[in-house]
């Protein structure tokens, strides 16, 4: 794995770990389907805007358009239904285990689906950070409160599983599609389901258009959803699905630090232990890839 795509990785996992703060920001001032609804599409225009002045080829085929449709209600349809609604009922600790139970998924999917191979070593990382993920969570576990919500229990697996389906889906075709398109369609397609529910379910008059509403829809769309699905995009072409997403283990440890940084959220003990756990495994995950160098 190259310095540029660990590069690449590393700066959508922090993307994705910012959307939380910007999505915490902007319900204050907008109905929870409405925002989700304008965040895919503004984010999805974005990117069919830039392939179209780029010229890049269009996705071709009914095979592609049915993955991408595939993409589109996993990744943008679930994943922002359950990201948007799961804050409401779920503690920050059990939604960081449960969301985080991702790679897992997509781990074991990779190997049915992709042919993907991952030796014993490669298990062994994944264990070690989903271990680690839950050190980190055990401080808000421990604190109690609404964990054992099941409605919100059920959006966050929504969210973990729409999101899974779709990363196995994006491997799919990746190298054999243009990203920016690819990206920017599902997230177009994505947004239909959405903006129809938030159409039958929420008065979009409710919306106050101030500067902190705007800065966070601005956020999510450009930077936590454009860029950063781009960027994924462009990591899956170059290594394995289950190499990749191991290192969405970051989110957490890149939310706490935020915490830290901007709002005064204090580190504890155990919760450094679960950050190295978590490294840790990163490591093993990755350790293949450089046996296979050495080999060859």
Not at 130 to 138: D, S, Y
Not at 214 to 226: D, E, I, Q, R, V
């Amino acid at each position: 794995m190259s310095p540029t795509v660990i590069t690449k990785i590393v700066l959508a996992m922090f993307l994705w770990a910012a959307c939380f703060p910007l999505i915490t920001a902007g319900l204050q001032y907008s109905p929870h389907l409405t925002f989700a609804t304008m965040r895919a599409v503004l984010a999805g225009a974005t990117l069919v805007g830039l392939a179209m002045i780029l010229r890049r080829p269009f996705p071709r085929g009914w095979r592609t358009w049915l993955t991408l449709g595939i993409v589109g209600i996993g990744a943008t349809s679930l994943g922002f239904l359950g990201m948007f609604h799961a804050a409401e009922f779920v503690s920050p600790g059990l939604a960081t285990v449960i969301a985080n139970a991702q790679p897992l998924l997509a781990t074991i999917l990779g190997v049915a689906w992709l042919g993907e191979r991952l030796p014993k070593v490669g298990r062994v990382g994944l264990s070690i950070g989903f271990m680690g993920i839950l050190v980190i969570a055990l401080p808000h576990l421990l604190d109690g409160g609404q964990e054992g919500s099941a409605i919100g229990f059920a959006y966050i697996v929504l969210a973990a599983v729409g999101v899974t389906i779709s990363n196995v889906a994006i491997k799919s075709v990746a190298g054999k599609v243009d990203g920016l398109f690819a990206m920017g369609l599902q997230l177009l397609i994505g947004s239909v389901p959405l903006g129809l529910a938030a159409l039958a379910l929420e008065d979009q008059n409710a919306i106050q258009w101030n500067a902190v509403f705007t800065a966070s829809l601005l956020g999510l769309a450009l930077f936590g959803s454009a860029l950063v699905y781009w960027l994924w995009f462009s990591v899956l072409e170059a290594v394995e699905l289950n190499r990749a997403i191991v290192f969405s283990f970051l989110v957490p440890i890149f939310g706490l630090s935020i915490g830290a940084l901007f709002f005064g959220e204090r580190l504890s003990g155990i919760q450094f232990s679960g950050i190295a756990l978590v490294i840790l495994g990163i490591v093993f995950v990755n350790l293949k890839g450089a046996r296979r160098s050495q080999g060859r």
